[in-house]
């Protein structure tokens, strides 16, 4: 199957699973079910789901098994996201082409959606039992997904984003490595894991995603300066009106994408290992490098 295709059928079978996970219902917090709904089912590209899906299929092609996992990562993002855009944070009023989620529903019911969401996440893994997954696999799973959410993963990395105020690049990537880079590097262990990866894979997968995580975040900061607001979905030069460090407010636009293409190819590299195996995540590498939005 070629990459677009692949990533469309699996695009298409992550957001059904998504709205089975997170049905409508008529209850008395029926707000609450809508703000949720309305986030985590936006038109996404669904990078971290995917990545989690190409990792597991490295060794199965079962991905009936992989999908709680995949679709308790993006519940993550997508609360994560919530926040990110409350008044207190960015407080931006876009996201992916909509208004975002306090500009809907209000900050208090922002607030509390994300909060359902993390915690929807892990029921979702909680909540599904299969036999060939063996509860430590699982319990291995919960734990990378937990450690990559929180103060040493992504909520540490917004931590550092607004109250450290340190202008060096060395910064910039720790800072990066946690809030960008710790979910995506917890997609590509937990899809591993749950297909029966080596210590010795693992450490591989985890070089990949690291660069790719790091490429992500200067590909992010690059369309800032250079995409419009209807293609990118949201506010551009967000970043510079906020007086945010961003890979090229430092380094400048030339050499921010020279480290693009810098670290593409590291993680690239670090599927060699895998030989064609590795095709499928190598394809997303270089999407995610071209990508537009």
């Known amino acids: 199957m070629d990459?677009?295709?692949?990533?469309?059928?699996?695009?298409?079978?992550?957001?059904?699973?998504?709205?089975?996970?997170?049905?409508?219902?008529?209850?008395?917090?029926?707000d609450l079910y809508k703000s949720m709904r309305y986030s985590l089912l936006s038109s996404g590209k669904r990078i971290?789901?995917?990545?989690?899906?190409?990792?597991?299929?490295?060794?199965?092609?079962?991905?009936?098994?992989?999908?709680?996992f995949a679709c308790a990562l993006e519940m993550v993002h997508a609360y994560s996201l919530i926040h990110d855009d409350l008044p207190a944070m960015d407080n931006d009023a876009l996201r992916r082409g909509k208004p975002t989620?306090?500009?809907?529903?209000?900050?208090?019911?922002?607030?509390?959606?994300?909060?359902?969401?993390?915690?929807?996440?892990?029921?979702?893994?909680?909540?599904?039992?299969?036999?060939?997954?063996?509860?430590?696999?699982?319990?291995?799973?919960?734990?990378?997904?937990?450690?990559?959410?929180?103060?040493?993963?992504?909520?540490?990395?917004?931590?550092?984003?607004?109250?450290?105020?340190?202008?060096?690049?060395s910064e910039l990537e720790y800072r990066h490595r946690l809030k960008t880079g710790a979910l995506i590097i917890s997609a590509c262990q937990i899809g591993a894991t749950l297909g029966g990866a080596t210590h010795h894979e693992l450490n591989l997968l985890t070089d990949f995603a690291q660069y790719l995580?790091?490429?992500?975040?200067?590909?992010?900061?690059?369309l800032d300066c250079t995409a419009n607001e209807e293609e990118l979905g949201k506010p551009i030069n967000s970043d510079q009106k906020n007086d945010k460090l961003t890979y090229v407010s430092l380094l400048g636009l030339e050499e921010s994408e020279n480290l693009l293409n810098e670290y593409t190819k590291?993680?690239?590299?670090?599927?060699?290992?895998?030989?064609?195996?590795?095709?499928?995540?190598?394809?997303?590498?270089?999407?995610?490098?071209?990508?537009?939005?």
């Open 48 to 68: 971290r789901p995917l990545l989690t899906i190409a990792s597991y299929e490295l060794y199965r092609q079962d991905t009936r098994l992989v999908m709680p």
């Open 101 to 169: 989620n306090h500009i809907v529903f209000g900050e208090a019911m922002a607030i509390l959606a994300g909060d359902a969401l993390l915690n929807k996440a892990f029921e979702t893994v909680l909540n599904f039992s299969d036999s060939s997954i063996a509860p430590e696999q699982k319990l291995q799973c919960m734990q990378l997904l937990a450690s990559a959410s929180g103060s040493e993963g992504m909520i540490g990395g917004q931590v550092v984003d607004m109250f450290v105020n340190e202008k060096t690049q």
């Open 213 to 222: 995580g790091l490429a992500f975040q200067i590909k992010d900061d690059i």
């Open 3 to 30: 990459f677009k295709k692949w990533m469309t059928e699996n695009t298409k079978n992550i957001d059904s699973q998504l709205n089975q996970y997170l049905p409508e219902k008529n209850a008395k917090q029926i």
């Open 266 to 293: 590291k993680a690239v590299r670090s599927l060699h290992y895998f030989g064609s195996r590795g095709n499928r995540l190598n394809e997303i590498a270089l999407y995610l490098l071209e990508r537009k939005k």
